[in-house]
């Protein structure tokens, strides 16, 4: 069972073709990690799979809807994290989360103690009513993971999570990630780290516009003859001619 | 999911001491001293004298100029020279030039000549004070007319006097003019434009793409972004209220609820309108240029300072668009002469018009897919 399925999938800009011809599929419950150098087109092609921008050709199913005919349906089932901080900053976390759970429609009397819960998890409990822009970058990124999937959706969408972020702080976010696939959300993720490549059950890679690779970790080490990720992304991006932005 | 998002709207405005202030204080020092100082009412003219007679007639005349309150008596100078000087140097705004025989002619002929002299560069104090000192000149004349009169035949000349009324303001005071309107400026700055500005500042955080992912249906997201504002607006327009009446005295001849009633269809097409630009506009400070823009041009083609009828005709065509027009018209109306329902039909058919107009644009252009 596909939860993405992409086939020819492309947005132009005016003469610029951001996302040339993309085709591949994600499972259910999978880690799947889309890299590329900046530029690449990875955010404009997650944003088509999100129903923000809408394709120029090109099809693609996400969580059983038609991004061309159903992008509300398909809203209604994903989570998506920006790669730049979006929760309220002067909201609180609970009024954050509150806010978020409401619109995706849970009800009521369930959202406090799923709040909680979570908060209790996260080890968030004594700044729930702490201002959301008095947190630091990681407790931030941890928290707007944790409301994009607050409403349980098949799938989540990741763009970068983890720029700018300490080294552990980026550990415990993966741990949440893998929490999260446990829990059978589709975890689509974009990164620069090649650690957090490593992570993923498969990766493509975006080089202009096009997936040139697309296969679990260990295959493309295999495949592009080196003994890491770094490696496999180096001898990829280096056929690239757009410039980085 | 509306309950929600207006649950963090007013949560967003009562926690920012910003919205605070712009809700309360602002309107309150607007209403409270903009109308003083809008006050179109000429005084403190200064004037020159020459007084080449120096008879008891000409010391008369100027005795008589400058007891009416409206001149102050700068200088009296030798010559004319002199006097223009002052002009020159903007210390005076007329100038009043008494010739050598004003006596003598007057006696002998009947008549006698008298110059003015007018600083124009601010027109209108150099219009109202020329007006102000011919009537008075005029007043002098016919009252040296009647005193040289035999008694007997003082009831034989034509003469005849204009007696003004002012109606529905008779004091012709300028708070009682400005106040209705400057209300409605009001509104339009926190039912209009505040809601526009917090949408493209939204858009620029990037909070509205996060809300865009979410299945939060248009309508509902714009209604969570206006409802807040028009409480406020209705809150903006009761201060207003009392305001009026405890600074100003001024108490609304017909009912309070035409007004609250045209309000809430005016405050319906203005927030459209906001909405319209929050559409277009990518960042707050383009946002922000467009309302300048906009409040300039609402502030001169509306009739709030200068009246519409005396506009040039494509300056009224124009104003045939600007909403803020018909809700001054109303506020006016309903404030002086105590108008009802029907007679501003014209008004609230033109302020539906304008609120569906500018409320249909809003919802089709705004996209929650790019």
Known sequence: MSVVVTEGLTKKFGHFTAVDHISFEVGKGEIFGFLGANGAGKTTAMRMLCGLSKPTSGTGIVAGFDIHKNPEKIKRNIGYMSQKFSLYEDLTVRE??????????????????????????????????????????????????????????????????????????????????YKAADRGITVFVTTHYMDEAEYCNRVSIMVDGRIDALDSPRNLRKTYESDTMDGVFHKLARKAKRQAD | M?????????KQIFRNPFMKRMIVIFPLMILLFLPLASNFEIKNINLVVVDNDHSSYSRQLISKITSSGYFILREVSLNYISALKAIELDTADVLLEIPHSFEKNLVKEKQSDIMLSINAVNGTKG???????????????SQVAIQWLPVS????????????????????????????????????????????????????????????????KKLTLILSKLIPYWVSGFIVLTIGFLIARIVYKLIPAGSIFTIYAFSSVFILGISGFGLVISNYGKSLQQAMFMIFFFIITFIFLSGLYTSVSSMPDWAQTISIFVPLKYMIEVLRMVYLKGSSFGDLTTQFLALTGFAFFFNGWAVLSYRKVS
């Open chain 2, 127 to 141: 219009a109202f004070g020329s007006s102000y000192l011919s009537s008075i000149i005029r007043d002098f004349s």
């Open chain 1, 96 to 177: 954050n989360i509150r806010l978020y759970a409401g619109i995706y429609g849970i009800r009521e009397k369930e959202i406090a103690p799923r709040t909680d819960l979570l908060l209790e998890e996260l080890e968030f409990s004594h700044e729930k009513n702490a201002l959301v822009k008095s947190l630091p970058l990681g407790w931030k990124q941890k928290l707007s993971f944790s409301v994009a999937i607050f409403h349980d959706p098949g799938i989540v969408f990741l763009d970068e999570p983890t720029g700018g972020v300490d080294p552990s702080t980026r550990r415990q976010f993966w741990e949440l990630i």
């Open chain 2, 2 to 10: 509306l309950k929600y998002s207006i649950e963090k709207e007013f």
């Open chain 2, 153 to 216: 035949d003082s009831n034989q000349i034509p003469s005849f006097q204009i007696m003004t009324q002012f109606r529905f303001n008779p004091h012709m005071k300028y708070p009682v003019f400005m106040v209705p309107a400057l209300m409605v400026m009001l509104m339009t700055i926190i039912c209009g434009f505040l809601p526009a500005l917090n949408i493209v500042g939204e858009k620029e955080k990037g909070t509205l793409e996060q809300m865009n992912v979410t299945p939060v």
